[in-house]
Structures are given as C-alpha cells and as structure tokens.
C-alpha cells in the first residue's frame, strides 16, 4: 500500500453537508470544499502546500503558504497549489 492519492468526505451537519474532496497528482493538490448555507468553515491546510490558489485566483495572505488556514463563507471552492517534498 502506498499513500493517498485522493480522499472524498461527505458530512451532514445541523446547516446541511460538508463536503471535501482532493486529489494529489505530479506534485499539485486539487481541492474542492463545499460549506453548507450559513455557515463557516476553518480550512486547514497541509504545511507542505504552497502557491495556493483559491478559485484560480492567488489566495490571500497564503503566498508563502500563509499560517496554513482558510476562513471561508458558504460555497464550493477549488484549492489549488503545489506539494513540496512530497511524492
């Protein structure tokens, strides 16, 4: 067995569900995470991701990779970015 190469989660809270599925291919983390409707969601994210983009567009405060956490709204977004030293 090697690592994860993808994961899928599905979680139905007191707002509606929580969804989270990535993928990781050549070294880029794909990411989509939807929030139920009235909520807000603290997205954590691996130390080893940089050059984050939050729905194609550069994410804010996380150039360096930032403190590693996302404060979003509900929605769906796409998390994209690069894994460094890791296979």
Known sequence: D???D???AVFHSG?????S??????GLLNWEVE??????AAVHLP???????LDGKAAKGMENGG???LELGSGTYHIDGKLLNVQ
Do not use: A, C, D
């Open 35 to 40: 929030i139920p409707p009235g909520s807000t």
């Open 47 to 53: 130390v080893e991701l940089k050059e984050v983009k």
């Open 67 to 69: 403190n590693g956490q």
């Open 21 to 26: 599925r990535w993928i990781k291919k050549s």
């Open 2 to 4: 090697g690592p994860l």
């Open 15 to 19: 707002y509606g569900w929580i969804k």
């Open 6 to 8: 993808s994961v899928s």
